[in-house]
């Protein structure tokens, strides 16, 4: 008896196993995976089967229930999100061309964002002590994927760009008129340059006799 009830459970594990096909469901992703982007950003849709060959299937993806790409032998489409419109739950199904299989996937929500993001610079301090430094802090709303651009100048020199600083904070040790920007995305997408802090070194002198 107990050797028939264990031979009925596996059958019935084995049966779950192959009869639900939960480990073969169409799987949609995005790439970048961020929930919200910017207007003049791109993000790449991915519809996979997860059987057979990429070429078995067609794919089609839906927009809030109601078509928004048709049917095509493309598993990937790379969208510019130029309007808000955009923002929404995306799905996509899958055809097999040899037969009516027809695979829907999980659902994935954005939003797009109207407003072109500032970035915004703070200081420890705005005072570098003579042999000292002073740490930055650059941030970007949204913050999912951002580098970032450090820029320094000074009452007689142009604005250049710190070379190879692409971290949220710096520590600097020269004064001068500083500013940042957050940079993500390919093809790129630059925020809005920060306001400027202006970092200063106190003087030291010596006593005079």
């Known amino acids: 008896m107990g050797h028939s009830l264990l031979c009925m459970t596996g059958l019935l594990l084995l049966c779950t196993l192959l009869c639900t096909g939960h480990a073969q469901d169409a799987v949609l992703t995005i790439e ?20 057979g060959k990429d070429t078995d299937w067609e794919y089609k993806t839906n927009k809030d229930g109601g078509e928004f790409i048709p049917y095509n032998t493309y598993k990937e489409y790379k969208l510019s999100l130029t309007s808000t419109d955009y923002s ?71 604005e250049g760009k710190i070379r190879d600083q692409q971290n949220r904070d710096i520590r600097v040790s020269e004064g001068g008129i500083y500013s ?20 200063e070194i106190t003087c030291e002198f010596s006593n005079l006799v």
Request: proline share 4%; aromatic share 10%.
């Open 32 to 51: 970048p995976n961020w929930s919200s982007f910017f207007i003049g950003e791109f993000v790449t849709f991915k519809c996979d089967m997860n059987e």
């Open 180 to 199: 940042c920007r957050g940079t993500r995305g390919n093809p790129v997408y630059y925020t809005d340059i920060s306001d400027d802090v202006t970092i």
């Open 88 to 158: 929404g739950k995306y799905q996509c199904s899958g055809h097999r061309k040899s037969s009516h299989d027809t695979k829907i996937s999980n659902t994935v929500s954005i939003t797009v964002l109207a407003d072109k993001p500032r970035a915004t610079l703070t200081a420890g301090t705005t005072i570098i002590p003579v042999g000292g430094s002073v740490t930055l802090n650059c941030s970007v709303q949204s913050s999912d994927g951002w580098k970032y651009e450090w820029f320094r100048r000074t009452q007689t020199t142009s």
